[in-house]
């Protein structure tokens, strides 16, 4: 046998696993930005109780401050489409990246809630802009058989980056003299630490993002396909037709120019068909309520008989937990697919919300609070631990892989920054409402949110179509673009 004759030939397993580890690298690389994502929108979850003590502040003003991040998300999602299709993907990485740095020394800094609710802002402009960049990237990176567990990868990092904000919490507080009210042991409030805890993993992505390749359907757009041809090779390895996937990407791309709004019009109440699935994707991923868990769970857990370390300890599970179920995603996803997963999590999750909603509402209140009791109250920890998983496991990664594969190479920054900006607007609702609605009752608010989980299962039977193992060139097909829409 020659030398030639014992290398592995281009389709062989052994190339397969090389452009499986090559493109799992990268879209590894691009999703750090999820954890930042996940990091900087939970680390408030421990200061809550903290900056309401400090600021004597009322259930609404509370909520605005913890709500302000996300009208920063929408519009840095709204803002980071454009800017990605002028300058590249990886260079709104980096602007993402020093916005983080910039936010979260700020907001140790606040000496008011306005100044806070500024910082935080500008925190939710970097949020929003990772929130549409990682999703949009490791699409357009990854090959189709390995899209959706790459895409899931996103989610895996905003999961990891809520564990591991909760856990900073957890630890500051219990090194403190005084929990996130008290006094850090290097100086200043805890709290303040909580929040300073983000520039560490900011300065690590906008270190990571030079280090990634700019994405081959970004440089084919901008007729740089000389720069797009090894990054093709690099993920698809060198059995594959690098020119022929050039020239389908091109078809794709009708002119050299931004995506405007005009491009998503469309027959249906003036948007395309697949602009309107994915805002009401966006939507309906946060209005089962679950970043209510991740946003108030340690003051919610108090409110119903927890310590404060406790509570905080318990909101640490349940990241865990998310984790855990992400990870059960990742390896679900192209095997069974994307509608079946969230067809199952709407259910799971009405199940579940159900079951907290009988819990909170008949509970007895005792001093303003509800009062759930020994058995009411471990029903409930387990039922929202349950709702986490069936989230976690479905809506959680398997609306990002469909917001950053269901849209076609011209529109998808656009689309996906329209629908990303929707999915924040939602989020700022629930969690701008929460306070009010808690005080009308937990019962209220969890029955809310399982009446959004219900009518989710029926919108994704009636309105989502199966992207699993198609090429993202071919996606018009599936919700009927209209010819002159095509390339």
């Known amino acids: 046998m020659t030398a030639e004759d014992s290398t592995p030939s281009p389709a062989s397993p052994a190339h397969h696993e090389h452009n499986t580890a090559v493109a799992t690298m990268i879209a590894s690389a691009a999703a750090v930005g999820g954890f930042l994502f996940g990091y900087d929108t939970s680390v408030i979850n421990g200061t809550v109780d903290a900056l309401r003590r400090q600021f004597g502040l009322g259930s609404f003003v509370v909520g605005l401050v913890v709500a302000s991040a996300l009208l920063g998300c929408a519009a840095g999602a709204w803002l980071a489409g454009p800017l990605a299709d002028r300058i590249g993907r990886v260079r709104t990485m980096l602007v993402a990246a020093l916005l983080f740095v910039i936010s979260s020394i700020g907001s140790a800094l606040a000496v008011t809630p306005y100044d806070l609710t500024a910082w935080r802002l500008a925190a939710g402009l970097a949020i929003g802009a990772a929130s549409v960049i990682a999703p949009a990237y490791i699409a357009e990176i990854a090959p189709a058989r390995l899209r959706g567990r790459l895409g899931s990868l996103q989610q895996l990092a905003i999961v990891t980056g809520i564990f591991a904000a909760l856990l900073a919490d957890y630890l500051i507080a219990r090194i403190s003299e005084g929990g996130a009210s008290g006094e850090f042991p290097l100086g200043g409030t805890a709290w303040r630490w909580m929040f300073a805890s983000a520039a560490l993993p900011a300065v690590i992505y906008g270190a990571i993002a030079l280090s990634i390749p700019e994405s081959p359907r970004f440089l084919v757009k901008r007729h740089r396909e000389a720069e797009a041809r090894p990054v093709l090779r690099r993920v698809m390895g060198p059995a594959a037709d690098v020119e022929a996937r050039i020239r389908d990407i091109a078809r794709t791309?009708?002119?050299?120019?931004?995506?405007?709004?005009?491009?998503?019009?469309?027959?249906?109440?003036?948007?395309?068909?697949?602009?309107?699935?994915?805002?009401?994707?966006?939507?309906?991923?946060?209005?089962?309520?679950?970043?209510?868990?991740?946003?108030?769970?340690?003051?919610?857990?108090?409110?119903?008989?927890?310590?404060?370390?406790?509570?905080?300890?318990?909101?640490?599970?349940?990241?865990?937990?998310?984790?855990?179920?992400?990870?059960?995603?990742?390896?679900?996803?192209?095997?069974?697919?994307?509608?079946?997963?969230?067809?199952?999590?709407?259910?799971?999750?009405?199940?579940?919300?159900?079951?907290?909603?009988?819990?909170?509402?008949?509970?007895?209140?005792?001093?303003?609070?509800?009062?759930?009791?020994?058995?009411?109250?471990?029903?409930?920890?387990?039922?929202?631990?349950?709702?986490?998983?069936?989230?976690?496991?479905?809506?959680?990664?398997?609306?990002?892989?469909?917001?950053?594969?269901?849209?076609?190479?011209?529109?998808?920054?656009?689309?996906?920054?329209?629908?990303?900006?929707?999915?924040?607007?939602?989020?700022?609702?629930?969690?701008?409402?929460?306070?009010?609605?808690?005080?009308?009752?937990?019962?209220?608010?969890?029955?809310?949110?399982?009446?959004?989980?219900?009518?989710?299962?029926?919108?994704?039977?009636?309105?989502v179509r199966e992207t699993k193992g198609r090429e993202l060139e071919d996606m018009d097909e599936l919700y009927g673009t209209p010819k002159a829409r095509r390339a």
């Open 253 to 463: 791309l009708r002119e050299d120019r931004p995506v405007q709004l005009r491009d998503l019009r469309g027959p249906r109440l003036g948007l395309l068909p697949i602009v309107w699935v994915g805002i009401l994707l966006s939507v309906f991923q946060q209005f089962v309520g679950i970043n209510v868990i991740f946003y108030y769970s340690s003051s919610l857990w108090q409110a119903v008989g927890f310590s404060e370390g406790d509570a905080m300890f318990t909101s640490v599970i349940t990241s865990i937990t998310n984790i855990v179920t992400t990870l059960v995603a990742i390896a679900l996803i192209d095997r069974i697919g994307r509608r079946r997963l969230l067809l199952a999590g709407a259910a799971g999750m009405t199940v579940t919300l159900a079951v907290m909603t009988v819990a909170f509402a008949t509970a007895p209140v005792v001093d303003g609070e509800p009062a759930l009791g020994p058995v009411a109250g471990p029903v409930a920890l387990v039922a929202a631990n349950l709702y986490v998983f069936s989230f976690g496991a479905t809506w959680g990664p398997v609306v990002w892989v469909l917001l950053g594969e269901m849209f076609n190479n011209f529109i998808r920054a656009a689309a996906l920054a329209v629908a990303a900006s929707a999915q924040w607007v939602a989020n700022w609702l629930i969690t701008m409402t929460f306070p009010a609605m808690a005080d009308l009752g937990l019962g209220f608010a969890y029955g809310f949110y399982t009446l959004s989980a219900a009518v989710a299962f029926v919108f994704v039977r009636t309105a």
